[in-house]
């Protein structure tokens, strides 16, 4: 069965600081996507990265960087500086090798930045 | 930029009703989601469409749901008799691919919020 695990249910952090959102995965496929998406208060989902199971290279985004390790099945994203805009619910999400583009999502990070 | 786009944003319906949601997925796409979030709780997996027939489905898309692709741009999420359990957000989301090519990202439309009395 494939899971995605959001241990951290709210994080409240103070403006400018760095955070870290955690997700670990389950998956028996050898070739698999993994995905962050960003829910903002206003509801939308938007979409930040994504990551295919073969290419473990980190990626960095301005202020957003990835760490994947298959090792620890683990995708963690990381906030550098944080600011309020960042005040949302972050989502992992897995989709296995099968054809049909199923997405898994994890339970999601309530991230708070306070002014 | 294209989007994906929804309609309505929000539904008020009685129990037993039947709504329609409707989705217009980005052009050049070919696969196309419905995923529901109740409230405060997780995104879940409906259903996957493509060509013309699911898929895939969830244990949660069961009779009373049905999609439909009508014409060349349209994409909808059918819900025959409602509950109170239906209430939730339901995204729409479409992928120019699912296999293993470059564009296997989906993008979202921003929902309609369905709320059932």
């Known amino acids: 069965a494939q899971k995605v695990t959001q241990a951290q249910t709210e994080i409240s952090v103070v403006e400018k600081e760095d955070v870290t959102l955690d997700c670990v995965y389950e998956?028996?496929?050898?070739?698999?996507?993994l995905f962050w998406y960003k829910q903002p208060p206003s509801g939308e989902l938007v979409f930040l990265i994504r990551?295919?199971?073969?290419?473990?290279q980190n990626e960095i985004s301005g202020r957003y960087s990835w760490n994947f390790q298959k090792s620890t099945s683990s995708f963690n994203f990381t906030i550098t500086a944080s600011q309020v805009v960042d005040s949302a619910v972050y989502f992992c999400?897995?989709?296995?090798?099968?054809?049909?583009?199923?997405?898994?999502f994890g339970q999601g990070t309530t991230l708070q930045v306070k002014p | 930029e294209p989007e994906v786009t929804q309609t309505p944003s929000h539904q008020v319906t009685q129990m037993g009703q039947e709504v329609i949601l409707r989705c217009v997925p980005i052009s050049n796409h070919l696969y196309f989601y419905w995923y529901r979030q109740i409230l405060g709780q997780k995104v879940e997996f409906l259903v996957s469409f493509y060509n013309n027939e699911i898929s895939e489905k969830s244990e949660i898309f069961d009779d009373q749901f049905s999609v439909e692709r009508p014409d060349g741009s349209n994409f909808t999420l059918k819900i025959r008799s409602t509950k109170l359990e239906d209430s939730a957000m339901y995204f729409c989301a479409s992928s120019e691919s699912s296999g293993r090519g470059l564009q296997e990202t989906q993008y979202f439309g921003p929902g309609t919020r369905l709320l059932v009395l």
């Open positions: 999400a897995l989709r296995g090798s099968g054809n049909t583009g199923k997405l898994i």
């Open positions: 998956t028996r496929d050898t070739t698999y996507y």
């Open positions: 990551r295919n199971s073969f290419d473990e």
